[in-house]
């Protein structure tokens, strides 16, 4: 059975500091990965998505993959109270590419 | 992007009765999806709905609980059929976007809270 793994924290930060969200897939062909955030009551919305291996940098968010790890992560620099918010990594493979494996979730809380 | 609405954002209904959600988006689109997310959950697929075609289920969900109607290329229902307490949920509806590198995204409507007493 194809798996994404997050820790499901809370991660807690200080305002200002890093925050790293980690994700692990277990489907060695999955293709295209997502980072979303959902606020409490809210439906997710989508704020990276990365395809190849490397870094992606968007504002102050920057996603990392490495296939051969089957690892995905999420940098916040500069963390708001703001970006307090679960923050859900998804996976997608070459079998149904459209079909998104959800992982459980991370909840991360900025400390002002 | 897309813009998509749901309607009812949210609902209280007795077990056994049906309740019906629309989702609506505002340009046409292939892929949409039905997925619920139960109380402290993450999201699960319950199926695809297919323009012009029976909509595709995941395992664990079957078309007489969960039947899904998809008209046109911008509309899509579901039904959550019977209700009981375990019903209740989050449900949401998604459609997949092309980008510009051949990829697909998907975007998510602001989801229907149905509560089962």
């Known amino acids: 059975q194809k798996e994404v793994e997050q820790n499901s924290g809370p991660l807690s930060v200080p305002e200002g500091a890093i925050a790293s969200l980690n994700c692990t897939y277990s489907?060695?062909?999955?293709?295209?990965f997502f980072w979303y955030r959902q606020y409490s009551g809210k439906s997710p919305e989508l704020i990276m998505s990365?395809?190849?291996?490397g870094d992606k940098e968007d504002g102050r968010f920057t996603a990392q993959l490495n296939k051969a790890s089957q690892y995905v992560s999420l940098l916040i620099r500069d963390s708001q109270p703001s970006d307090s918010a679960t923050y859900l990594c998804a996976v997608s493979g070459m079998d149904s590419s459209y079909k998104l494996i959800f992982g459980s979730g991370t909840r991360l809380l900025v400390r002002p | 992007s897309a813009v998509i609405s749901q309607k009812p954002s949210r609902d209280i209904c007795q077990r056994g009765t049906s309740l019906t959600i629309q989702c609506q988006v505002d340009s046409q689109v292939t892929m949409m999806f039905w997925y619920r997310q139960q109380p402290g959950q993450s999201l699960t697929l319950i199926a695809t709905?297919?323009?012009?075609?029976?909509?595709?289920?995941e395992s664990g969900f079957v078309i007489d609980k969960f039947p899904i109607s998809r008209p046109n290329l911008t509309f899509s229902t579901l039904t959550v059929s019977n209700m009981s307490p375990e019903d209740s949920s989050i449900y949401l509806c998604s459609v997949e976007v092309g980008t510009s590198g051949s990829y697909n995204e998907q975007f998510f409507g602001p989801g229907t809270r149905l509560t089962v007493l």
């Open positions: 990365i395809y190849s291996n």
């Open positions: 709905a297919n323009q012009g075609s029976e909509a595709t289920y």
């Open positions: 489907d060695r062909v999955s293709q295209s």
